[in-house]
């Protein structure tokens, strides 16, 4: 399968997980996890679908190392990301606890972000 498609469809399941959190705080009237609900529609659904659409448009051919590196690090850090802050939120594991597991995640958000401008500028397209 394609890296745009595969994109696609893993922005789209971070999209369901972050709606349906949506409509559960809503229907709740707890809003405690709205960090994590903005985290999964943005990291998770936009920047993925985002990639998606450059691998489509841009990147035909990409170097597929560093495609599959760029793909795993973002993956790892956006499910990382939302379950860490689910986890913090909602109360169930403390700070102190899921911090480090943040921090390495956003630097695996990051890391992917650069991979992404590099294969992009790289791309003789």
Not at 105 to 110: E, G, I, R
């Amino acid at each position: 399968m394609r890296f745009g498609k595969l994109y696609v469809i893993c922005g789209l399941v971070y999209g369901l997980l972050g709606l349906t959190l949506g409509i559960v705080m809503a229907s709740s009237h707890n809003y405690g996890q709205h960090v994590t609900h903005a985290h999964l529609l943005l990291i998770g659904l936009v920047l993925s679908v985002l990639y998606g659409v450059i691998h489509q448009l841009w990147l035909t051919t990409p170097n597929r190392w560093l495609a599959r590196l760029q793909f795993g690090a973002h993956q790892l850090g956006a499910a990382v990301i939302g379950a860490g802050l689910f986890l913090r939120y909602g109360g169930l594991r403390p700070p102190q606890v899921v911090e480090p597991f943040l921090a390495v995640a956003s630097l695996l958000v990051l890391a992917a972000m650069v991979l992404m401008l590099v294969m992009v500028l790289c791309t003789k397209r």
